[in-house]
């Protein structure tokens, strides 16, 4: 079946401006996660949703950063005013069964985001 | 002190070779315990879970010491494809289901 799919696969946008990144988990998975991974580290947790609620959001760096999940289903990571130092991979990972920390995340191709 | 620590490497292996990777974690209600594998510009996927008992997947096992707080995973037999970084993850009750992982330590594997 189809994995987690995550759109745009590359974004390139000027300092200050607004964007937006999209996940697609799995069908079916009711927890979803967003990840940031910079160059030469491991991908370090943002912020957590089970069905339409973020269960937990304790990951975002700063109010720049803010996610939805209107549907329990598709997600969108939203960043405003972008800064250099948000370039990096977002990964989107989804999880089938609530709130299980032994289950299995699947990770999508993630969005490679560059702020120039 | 971060939370899990990993040796980056790189380990620079002939094929056929046995390696090893050592991880260590500073959270001690640490409760779950993972190998990931992420190869260049993919997303990292689930190699193993990692037991008290220590297990074991092929030519891969991976140990668990909780006294030392400690993980390691033994690649046998290096074949060209294990060349990947291969990421140590802890999940904490504190961290409810989010993962938290090493910087990860990269493996190449050469004829």
């Known amino acids: 079946g189809a994995g987690v799919s995550q759109t745009p696969s590359n974004k390139v946008t000027e300092k200050g401006k607004y964007v937006e990144l999209r996940c697609d988990p799995i069908?079916?998975?009711?927890?979803l996660y967003w990840y940031r991974q910079s160059l030469g580290q491991g991908p370090e947790f943002l912020i957590y949703?089970?069905?339409?609620?973020?269960?937990?959001d304790s990951g975002l760096p700063n109010d720049r950063f803010f996610a939805v999940r209107p549907e329990g289903s598709v997600s969108t990571l939203k960043i405003q005013r972008t800064e250099r130092g948000d370039s990096a991979v977002y990964l989107c990972?989804?999880?089938?069964?609530?709130?299980?920390?032994?289950?299995?995340?699947?990770f999508g191709p993630g969005t490679r985001l560059t702020v120039l | 002190r971060k939370e899990v620590e990993q040796d980056p490497g790189p380990f620079n292996v002939p094929e056929g070779a046995t390696v090893a990777f050592n991880c260590t974690y500073s959270?001690?209600?640490?409760?779950?315990f993972f190998w990931y594998r992420q190869d260049c510009r993919k997303e990292p996927k689930l190699l193993m879970s990692?037991?008290?008992s220590g297990n074991e997947d092929g030519r891969f096992t991976a140990q668990l010491n909780r006294a030392s707080q400690y993980i390691s995973l033994l690649i046998r037999d290096s074949k060209l494809s294990d060349s990947a970084t291969y990421l140590c993850?802890?999940?904490?009750?504190?961290?409810?289901?989010?993962?938290?992982f090493g910087k990860g330590t990269t493996l190449s594997v050469s004829s």
């Open positions: 949703f089970q069905g339409t609620g973020a269960a937990d």
């Open positions: 990692v037991y008290s």
């Open positions: 993850v802890v999940n904490t009750p504190q961290a409810g289901t989010a993962l938290i």
């Open positions: 959270n001690s209600a640490s409760q779950s």
């Open positions: 069908s079916g998975h009711t927890a």
């Open positions: 990972a989804s999880s089938a069964r609530l709130a299980g920390p032994t289950d299995t995340q699947y």
